[in-house]
């Protein structure tokens, strides 16, 4: 089987690319809503209840989200199509209730009966269990501790909280105060949810608490200052929600009201992450207008698309204007590198990223603007290199796994070790770039070693192993790698041994699992445009954009487009953490697909 340039691949690819355009936003940048879970919109209906801000209007409508995200067995899962999740099922069932919905109403039977089977509140993760100290449904004294001291420890200690990724730093700080000062809004008895409240009895005694701690005043203003400095301009602590909310609950533990600006600035900040869906309401937990601009730039070149084109340089001109120039918080660990690169979101000047700055480095390049800044954001990355020759998201050598050993450590990620689809996008900038030749090889290095015994490659921020397959491929190929080398050909194999019958390509979330069960999934599941993309990207890159395997899978792009243009995915595809956040960019259905198909048309002709 074969693809004809000018019948299937063409037009797929010229409605594509209008469909395409015609997203982009007035200001020159793309954006789609990054979809995450039902514990986002569950924990904004306890936090508005906690100020005091909950009205019945918004009440209404986030219950119609909530319900709307039941399964149809009456549970709650983290992802489309996903297995029952017990945090998402308890928090949903939590704010429902909340929202007035009685304990005896058949939809919230099976989530009941669900919960209880698993321990009520006390069988839940440590942040759940947070959630429903604040609203009086949990004993604070059963929650583990996390010491304000930890801010206090120099960033060369151990346990510096500086050890801990950038995500999770920000909202450890703000919750060790929370759990200092053990707030609680007790929420009326016909609207408490008591009757899950089965896990008290588990702990034979109650965890000791702390007496009189010398210094813990200290420690606590301190860590006051230090998130109040680290608020940005739109209001958000990093643009991301776990951060941003806990530190809202902080700064009222430490007396400011709903006036303070600090507090005002936070909730209208995140008034503009707010979806509007018809009669229902959600929260974002985060904006990628950086990330998704990057990508869209890089597959409309892809696709043919001039570099004059005037929408192609707004968008340019937009990135060169988000380019970061501070000092933040990954200068800790890299005191001697220069600032520069690219955050994920709108307003996030202390927290630029690895992946970001790359991918804005390659669609900079595509457009011939913003020269200065791709070279100030190359040397940011080589300077970024963790020891090991790969690169993590935000920080060097940022990889103390010892700190899942902590009990206060049971709610996702929170390190930030070198990944080979972060690291792959990383060489396929440098690669092309003078005087990087050593970052390069080491970054070669590190993917070598790391591709699977399988042939492909494990994806941290993408569902899964496709993912890792289609970054790391055009790396290497951009390193001089040719298609016939053994690596390529490997992976190439295992792409070609995963593809569904209908064609395309689709990965479970449940590829990222331990042991045989996550193996099984490794690869398998439902094709989805921007899976299917990635395949294609991989095949492209090992010389194979003309095998009959890379035919399929434009054909079930082709036979799966929209009128519009156009594609439909449901299932997620991004990852913020594996297993425990995954993310649905609504815009991967687009600029993944655009790419892909660019690269295979330009590589048949």
Request: hydrophobic share 40%.
């Amino acid at each position: 089987m074969t693809v004809a340039v000018g019948t299937d691949l063409d037009r797929t690819l010229d409605a594509a690319v209008e469909h395409l355009l015609s997203l982009q936003k007035p200001g020159g940048w793309w954006v789609g809503e990054l979809e995450s879970n039902v514990t986002m919109t569950a924990q904004w209906l306890l936090l508005l209840e906690f100020l005091r801000l909950r009205d019945e209007e918004t009440t209404r409508r986030v219950t119609n989200e909530l319900l709307a995200r039941q399964r149809p067995d009456g549970l709650w899962s983290i992802y489309w199509e996903g297995e029952p999740d017990l945090p998402a099922t308890l928090e949903s069932y939590a704010a429902l209730r909340l929202a007035g919905i009685d304990a005896d109403d058949p939809r919230l039977a099976e989530a009941r009966r669900f919960v209880q089977e698993r321990g009520g509140i006390g069988g839940a993760r440590v942040f759940t269990r947070m959630w429903l100290a604040l609203v009086g449904l949990w004993d604070w004294d059963e929650i583990p501790e996390i010491p304000p001291e930890l801010v206090l420890f120099p960033p060369w200690s151990r346990l510096s909280v500086y050890t801990f990724a950038c995500w999770a730093r920000q909202t450890m700080v703000a919750l060790s105060i929370v759990r200092h000062y053990k707030p609680v809004h007790r929420l009326p008895p016909e609207r408490a949810c008591h009757e899950l409240d089965l896990g008290r009895q588990r702990r034979q005694s109650p965890l000791p608490v702390p007496g009189f701690r010398p210094g813990r005043e200290k420690a606590l203003a301190y860590a006051e200052r230090w998130l109040i400095d680290r608020q940005e301009l739109d209001g958000s602590w990093g643009g991301i929600q776990p951060p941003w909310v806990w530190a809202i609950v902080a700064l009222v533990c430490r007396g400011h009201g709903l006036e303070s600006p600090y507090v005002r600035r936070a909730l209208d900040g995140w008034k503009r992450f707010l979806v509007e869906d018809g009669d229902r309401l959600r929260p974002e937990a985060c904006q990628s207008p950086v990330w998704d601009t990057g990508l869209a730039l890089i597959g409309l070149r892809a696709a043919g698309v001039s570099a004059d084109e005037p929408a192609l340089q707004r968008a340019g001109d937009w990135l060169v204007s988000e380019e970061i120039r501070a000092r933040g918080d990954w200068a800790v660990r890299a005191p001697g590198v220069g600032p520069g690169g690219w955050a994920f979101e709108y307003d996030n000047d202390l927290y630029p990223d690895i992946d970001d700055s790359a991918i804005v480095g390659l669609a900079l390049n595509e457009v011939g603007t913003g020269r200065s800044a791709v070279e100030r954001a190359c040397r940011w990355l080589a300077g970024l290199q963790c020891s090991n020759g790969g690169w993590g998201a935000f920080d060097k050598d940022n990889d103390a796994a010892w700190l899942y050993k902590l009990p206060f450590v049971d709610f996702g990620a929170v390190i930030d070790p070198p990944s080979p689809d972060v690291t792959a996008h990383v060489v396929e900038l440098l690669a092309r770039e003078p005087g990087y030749e050593e970052p390069v090889r080491r970054g070669v290095e590190y993917l070598l070693r790391e591709q699977e015994d399988d042939g492909s490659w494990f994806g941290r921020w993408g569902v899964n192993y496709v993912y890792g397959v289609g970054a790391v491929l055009p790396a290497l190929r951009n390193a001089g790698f040719a298609p016939d080398h053994p690596v390529m050909r490997r992976a190439v194999a295992w792409l070609e041994g995963v593809q569904n019958e209908d064609g395309g390509f689709g990965e479970d979330c449940r590829s990222y699992d331990l042991g045989e069960e996550g193996f099984a999934w490794r690869g398998r599941g439902v094709s989805t445009p921007s899976q299917t993309a990635w395949a294609l990207l991989g095949f492209e890159a090992a010389g194979a954009a003309g095998s009959e395997a890379a035919a399929r899978a434009v054909r079930w792009l082709a036979e799966n487009q929209r009128s519009d243009g156009g594609w439909d995915e449901e299932h997620f595809t991004g990852t913020g953490f594996p297993r425990d956040f995954l993310i649905n960019y609504h815009l991967y259905r687009m600029v993944w697909p655009v790419w892909a198909l660019g690269r295979v048309r330009s590589a048949l002709r």
